[in-house]
């Protein structure tokens, strides 16, 4: 089992900067690619970003590219979301994920094995 807990959201304005953070604990959190993905009401659950064990490499959704940077920190159990220059469009609830399979797609919700449970993140114009 891994359990994670994310942090960091809140209420901000447009072209205002966040950073989440995501707390494993459990099995051993450098064995996992971790992803992030949000939810706004209404719609499907969606990728955000992915990095691969190691850091070794990452992966974004072309909304948030050159805006958000995931990063990890194996040595605290912790996985990171930089966000820069937020949007409305960004509003949702966040939630970090884990995965054991490293060669896993990282834009598969249903291949992520554990699950935290959100934090709200939202963006006024």
């Known amino acids: 089992q891994v359990q994670l807990v994310e942090s960091g959201g809140g209420l901000v304005q447009a072209g205002d900067s966040l950073r989440l953070a995501c707390a494993a604990s459990g099995r051993t959190f450098s064995n996992y690619a971790m992803g992030w993905f949000r939810q706004a009401p209404g719609k499907e659950r969606e990728f955000v970003a992915r990095?691969?064990?190691?850091?070794?490499?990452?992966y974004y959704t072309d909304s948030v590219k050159g805006r958000f940077t995931i990063s990890r920190d194996d040595a605290k159990n912790t996985v990171y979301l930089q966000m820069d220059s937020l949007k409305p469009e960004d509003t949702a609830v966040y939630y970090c994920a884990a995965d054991i399979n490293p060669y896993g797609a990282p834009m598969d919700r249903y291949g992520y094995e554990y699950w935290g449970q959100g934090t709200q993140v939202t963006v006024s114009s």
């Open positions: 990095i691969y064990r190691g850091s070794s490499s990452t």
